[in-house]
């Protein structure tokens, strides 16, 4: 199934695509939206029922916005350097164990949202990345196999950084990625049964129309089953928390010189078989 969410920001309906190109209106099966209750509670599963089962509304979104494809997550888990290309680019080893680091939960917004170039900064960077949303508790999960029983879905995540404020302003990571719009997500979760070959999905990025980023999952150094055993190790994840995986080679930060974005340039950005996303750069203010 294609899980997403029509509205305006904070009024959104959770919604289904079909393989026929439909759109459901499913707020009477999910009537806690596509949050943590609706996963935890067996929600994904209502829900494929009731599509089979029974007739729902059908839904017309003609000119109506996109928003992410769950509610607020409660974690937005980041993994660093975990393509080989994009650790090449970035001049750093290959990492012995993943580089885990954190974003603010509120910098999710939906993939059309424009995102803002945040006051002070100069260097904002894009980097496109196959987006994790967990649908159980996982806590010191036992193999890979476990790992892939606790994931709702996939999606399309823009990590946006602002790099002077990551690399430039000391401190941890997190300053340069939590940034008001920095998490674009979707259009869609895409739950499992309908996602090829995770290790051979095709994600690429344009700016301007100009293809910076264009990579494969299979050049992941730490594939998706490691990466959620790996966190439930350290941490509880919990239904609706979404983990960003890791961007190919192409960021800014890579060119020499290094090329950020500007006031009006356009980001469209894909991961095969999720959905594509476009977002406008749009200057912050107070």
């Known amino acids: 199934m294609k899980l997403l969410r029509i509205g305006r920001a904070g009024a959104e309906r959770p919604a289904v695509l079909t393989d026929e ?7 009477a099966v999910a009537t806690d939206d596509f ?6 509670g067996g929600g994904i599963e209502r829900l494929a029922d009731a599509l089979a089962t029974r007739e729902l509304p059908a839904m017309d979104a003609a000119g109506q916005r ?16 975990n393509y080989a290309d994009h650790a090449a680019e970035s001049g750093m080893a290959l990492p012995q164990e993943p580089v885990v680091f954190f974003k603010a939960s509120n910098t999710v917004v939906g993939p059309n949202d424009d995102v803002l170039l945040p006051i002070g900064g100069e260097k904002t960077d894009w980097e496109v990345e196959l987006g994790v949303v967990i649908g159980s508790q996982a806590r010191y999960l ?40 920095f998490n674009p997500l979707g259009p869609w979760l895409v739950t499992p049964d ?29 594939d998706v089953p490691h990466l959620v055993w790996y966190l439930s190790q350290f941490m ?35 991961v095969e078989g999720l959905g594509t996303q476009r977002q406008i750069c749009r200057r912050a203010a107070r």
């Open 21 to 27: 190109g439909t759109l459901h209106d499913v707020s």
């Open 35 to 40: 949050g943590p209750r609706f996963l935890a």
């Open 66 to 81: 996109i928003g992410a494809p769950i509610t607020r997550p409660g974690k937005v888990i980041c993994i660093g350097l």
């Open 142 to 181: 036992e193999d890979e196999t476990a790992a892939r029983a606790v994931i709702a879905g996939y999606c399309v995540s823009n990590d946006v950084s602002e790099r002077a404020f990551q690399l430039e302003r000391g401190g941890q990571w997190v300053k340069g990625k939590s940034c008001e719009t």
């Open 194 to 222: 309908e996602v090829g070959d995770l290790d051979s999905l095709g994600l690429w990025l344009d700016v301007n129309g100009e293809r910076v980023q264009d990579g494969t999952t299979k050049n992941m150094v730490f």
């Open 236 to 270: 509880v994840l919990e239904p609706g928390d979404l983990i960003n995986t890791g961007t190919p080679a192409g960021v800014g930060l890579g060119f020499d010189p290094p090329r950020y974005l500007q006031e009006g340039d356009v980001m469209e950005l894909s």
